[in-house]
């Protein structure tokens, strides 16, 4: 199992290596065309006659032969500049998918082939010069714009160059050996120095430390870690050494199951994609169609074949449909790499965008919307006592307890800084508490069914009221009196009171769902100002409820721990799954929290809303201009003297795109992650 996981991790690593690779190989091969065609355009240039009419140098440059080496060089620039465009062509053509590269094929090819034919015999004018500066334009702006989009979709590869490619691991003799990454397997021992980066996944079985696990949560503040504690590959040690156990390697690892989750959503295709693929194909078609129109006009209207062709290639050049095809992309990108940094794992795209819409979110209560485990809420006193008094003498006793309230009231008590000391002759009531003595004194923490079978009472109505709300009530006896009571609930997390304040400032409904019972419910939502809540549902019948809530009309959300909550989350329109840590194989949401932390609901509303609108902005930066360009490349404005050519309506397209692609790239500055 292990040994297959390193395969498929490795295999992760190697892929995104090698996609790497061959961004920045294509990045240096553009460029090295790009250069040499540029050289050879300077001699096109000079040798062309409407250049040298230009510049009123006609004839000083004639010599015989020179239209066959103004042929040679252009022939050069063809093939060698323009290679990349003309099997771009073959495959747009191949696969029934005709775009950019067939725009610009065909309008270099056609270019090409009839500047070819006048200089072998057909009468008219050589259109080589239009012909190189097109392709030096075109390649000058795939360069510029391959540099932008590998800035706007390099974080994936930033999330890869998280994990450390070689690890120090301990030999059973205690000797330590430096070893590849992909070599450790479950079981090994690793030591990791301070500063180091951690390896894989494991648990600390020697040291303590702080780690930095910022750029896989996005929480800034450094974890403290002792002996027992998770770990998790590509986080950074602090400032102790410590071993760790190697417990997941390859694909298992948390971070390898992030890139993995952040790559599928990069290439998953949404609605958007959907759109701007099909206003590509049609801008296409209406480029190759608007072209032929406008060389067929041209000629009617008694222009030369040159200066027809002229006109058609440069509606055809201006009207690519590349920036279109790069303006969701990117954004998407962009987007989903902002939200792994940030501890939001985007699974489902087309879920995630309906998160701009958002009319209710639904949350599971405890672990979500609460911490999952007891905490004092009030502690009350008899008689001349002080609640401090009552807290540490039930923190003495419990304190040599392992039970969830008595680990609450002990917590309790170490935040209050009280001094409490530890029991003699502990002993466990069963089903009623614990006895044992402090300081000399008989002490008992009990349930009320103890008090009353004893006899004994403690009647107040602060603690009537207590246990009115679904709050655990348990009473301190001393020598056989009752000290006093202390209260426990399940403690509301402070983020959530954040989380539900400012989604209900958004117009979103928060509401809650849970399977205890209507007290406890009641004053959870009383606390946190919910909208609604529903009260003893199990499991089963959860995904009912969001059934329910969405009938009423609008886009709703669940949110819970992706586990007994599945069916819930499959039911909702978005499904998030909080706070899972490490276990990101959430395979029921469609969005997975790293964090504990209900606020980043409001994060992927924020997030989804600002992409959305990144993703409008390109879509009106790689069309917008068209409305105007296409119009002028057609020579609508002749009259005024306004006419582009094939190399400015070129410089026109790339604009556009390393416009899209910048915009793209200002979505990673957008304030939307919370913390």
């Given at each position: 199992m292990n040994e297959q996981a390193d395969k498929t991790g490795e295999q992760q690593h190697g892929e995104s290596h090698d996609t790497s690779h061959d961004h920045e190989h294509m990045v240096r091969d553009f460029r090295r065309r790009f250069w040499i065609s540029l050289a050879l355009t300077v001699p096109i240039l000079a040798l062309s006659p409407l250049i040298q009419r230009f510049l009123g140098i006609e004839g000083l440059l004639d010599f015989p032969g020179d239209d066959y080496v103004l042929f040679g060089l252009a022939t050069a620039v063809f093939f060698y500049g323009g290679w990349p465009f003309l099997t771009g062509l073959a495959g747009e053509l191949r696969d029934r998918q005709p775009g950019m590269m067939t725009l610009i094929g065909l309008a270099i090819t056609v270019a090409y082939a009839y500047s070819s034919a006048v200089v072998f015999g057909l009468r008219g004018e050589v259109f080589f010069w239009e012909l190189a500066t097109l392709i030096v334009v075109m390649l000058l702006g795939h360069w510029v714009e391959m540099r932008s989009v590998m800035g706007a979709s390099g974080a994936l590869e930033e999330l890869v160059k998280l994990m450390p490619d070689k690890a120090t691991r301990i030999r059973e003799s205690g000797d330590t050996e430096e070893v590849p990454v992909r070599e450790l397997s479950a079981g090994d021992r690793v030591l990791v120095r301070p500063g180091e980066k951690i390896p894989v996944d494991g648990e600390i079985v020697d040291g303590r430390t702080s780690v930095d696990e910022s750029m896989l949560t996005g929480e800034s503040q450094p974890v403290e870690k002792d002996e027992g504690d998770e770990v998790v590959g590509g986080s950074v040690n602090g400032d102790g050494s410590i071993k760790i156990e190697v417990q997941k390697t390859g694909a298992e690892t948390y971070l390898s199951q992030v890139v993995e989750m952040v790559?599928?959503?990069?290439?998953?295709?949404?609605?958007?994609?959907?759109?701007?693929?099909?206003?590509?194909?049609?801008?296409?078609?209406?480029?190759?169609?608007?072209?032929?129109?406008?060389?067929?006009?041209?000629?009617a209207l008694g222009q030369s074949f040159t200066y027809s062709l002229s006109r058609m290639v440069t509606v055809m050049v201006i009207t690519c449909p590349h920036a279109l095809g790069l303006a969701v992309p990117l954004v998407v990108a962009v987007s989903t790499s902002m939200g792994a940094r940030g501890g939001l794992l985007i699974r489902d795209r087309t879920a995630?965008?309906?998160?701009?819409?958002?009319?209710a979110v639904i949350f599971d209560k405890t672990g979500t919307l609460t911490e999952g485990r007891f905490g004092v809420s009030d502690v009350f006193a008899?008689?001349?006592?002080?609640?401090?008094?009552?807290?540490?003498?039930?923190a003495a006793l419990e304190s040599h307890s392992e039970h969830p309230i008595a680990r609450g009231i002990v917590r309790e008590a170490e935040n209050?800084?009280?001094?409490f000391g530890s029991p003699e002759d502990f002993e466990a009531i069963k089903g009623r508490g614990a006895e044992g003595r402090v300081d000399g004194h008989s002490v008992k923490a009990v349930s009320p069914k103890y008090l009353e079978e004893e006899g004994l009472s403690f009647e107040r109505d602060d603690v009537r009221e207590a246990a009115a709300e679904g709050k655990t009530v348990i009473y301190v006896i001393e020598d056989g009196e009752v000290?006093?009571?202390?209260?426990?609930?399940?403690i509301v997390r402070e983020e959530s009171r954040e989380a539900?304040?400012?989604?209900?400032?958004m117009g979103i409904r928060c509401l809650m769902l849970t399977g205890d019972v209507e007290p406890v419910a009641a004053r959870v939502a009383e606390e946190l100002g919910l909208d609604e809540y529903f009260a003893g549902v199990l499991p089963d019948q959860k995904a009912e409820k969001v059934k329910a809530v969405k009938?009423?009309?609008?886009v709703v959300a669940m949110v819970g721990d992706g586990v007994n909550d599945a069916p819930a989350l499959v039911e909702a329109d978005l499904g998030v799954a909080i706070g899972a840590g490490t276990d990101v194989a959430v395979q029921s949401a469609d969005v997975v929290l790293v964090q504990n932390d209900p606020r980043d609901v409001v994060s992927i509303v924020k997030l989804s809303s600002a992409t959305w609108r990144k993703m409008l902005q390109n879509f009106a930066l790689a069309t917008g201009y068209n409305v105007v360009a296409i119009p002028l490349a057609a020579g609508v404005a002749v009259a005024w003297g306004i006419v582009l050519s094939p190399a400015v309506g070129a410089a026109l397209m790339s604009a556009s795109t390393v416009l899209v692609a910048i915009n793209a790239k200002l979505l990673s500055r957008a304030d939307v992650l919370a913390g």
């Open positions: 790559r599928k959503a990069q290439e998953s295709r949404s609605k958007s994609q959907n759109m701007a693929d099909r206003a590509a194909g049609w801008l296409t078609y209406l480029a190759i169609t608007v072209g032929l129109v406008t060389l067929f006009t041209w000629l995630f965008e309906r998160a701009r819409d958002l009319a008899a008689g001349e006592r002080e609640p401090d008094e009552v807290l540490a003498l039930a209050r800084a009280l001094d000290a006093g009571a202390v209260a426990l609930s399940d539900v304040k400012q989604l209900k400032e009938a009423e009309g609008g």
